[in-house]
């Protein structure tokens, strides 16, 4: 399955949930936010959320810093 992260085309083993996608990726779940084809998806609807061929996803991941 072709899944579009970020604007680059990426394949992944079908079927995939968003959440099993951050794991795969390496990503804490806690320090991130997905868009999921133009719609921000809650937190708590990760594990249902299915990813299909063609989706665009935007993940922003957050960096914590200061002095």
């Known amino acids: 399955m072709k ?3 970020n604007g680059q085309e990426q394949q992944f083993d079908a079927p ?3 959440a099993s996608l951050l794991e ?3 990503m804490k779940q ?3 936010a997905v ?3 133009r ?3 809650r ?3 990760w594990v249902e959320t299915k990813l299909s061929e063609g989706d ?3 993940i922003v991941h957050f960096v914590g810093g200061g002095k």
């Open 35 to 37: 868009e999921l084809n």
């Open 39 to 41: 719609e921000i998806v």
């Open 56 to 58: 665009k996803l935007e």
């Open 24 to 26: 795969r990726l390496g």
């Open 16 to 18: 995939l949930s968003l």
């Open 43 to 45: 937190r708590e609807l």
């Open 30 to 32: 806690d320090r991130v």
């Open 3 to 5: 899944l579009n992260i």
